[in-house]
């Protein structure tokens, strides 16, 4: 993931290049980053992850998003504005929904890393989740056909959850009942 602009902007300076640009752009502490294109396999993943998880999701209060929608962070104890883009959100509290974002925070966001974005979903994005509450967060490395599962513990803290590599089944600690094989995962 790279910057932008090497120097900060405000919100409003954002919103005026959004307006004029189709690039994915996130807004984390007045610095501005651009998402990389998702890649081939990337997309694959993508579609296989968001197929189950629609299919687990029928019935129940929650609704998933994929990338491009915004997501601005938004709780009672931290300020500041930022605005992100997971490539898939879960979201049960529907209170933030706007036309143009969901304000407030998701409850599962999943990354798919991509080579040039690795420390912004591995550090940044982790230690943003986790400070604003998101209660699981997947990070799955195409480059090493593993899935990271960390869930928010008493502490407000990630702890890791699930991880596999190559093989076997992660599941979800917040969607009680939810396994995908990482064979499905990242099939082609």
Known sequence: MHLYRNDSMTLDEYFQIRENSDVLLE??????YMSPSPSTKHQRITR???????????????ELFHAPYDIELRNEVLEGTKIVI????????????????YVGVPDLIIEILSPSNQSHDLI???NLYMNYGVKEYWIVNPMLD???VYA?????????????IDKG????????????????????
């Open 152 to 164: 928010l513990n008493d502490k407000n803290m990630y702890e890791q959850h699930d991880m596999q």
């Open 48 to 62: 296989n992850l968001e197929f189950k998880l629609v299919n687990f999701l029928e019935g129940k209060p929650c």
């Open 86 to 101: 997971p490539d898939i959100s879960i979201i049960c509290n529907k209170s933030g929904f706007t036309e143009a974002r």
């Open 124 to 126: 940044t994005k982790l």
């Open 146 to 148: 593993a899935v990271s």
């Open 27 to 32: 807004y984390i502490d007045g610095f501005v």
């Open 169 to 188: 089944e992660v599941t979800s600690k917040l969607l009680e009942g939810f396994r995908i094989d990482l064979a499905y995962i990242f099939k082609n």
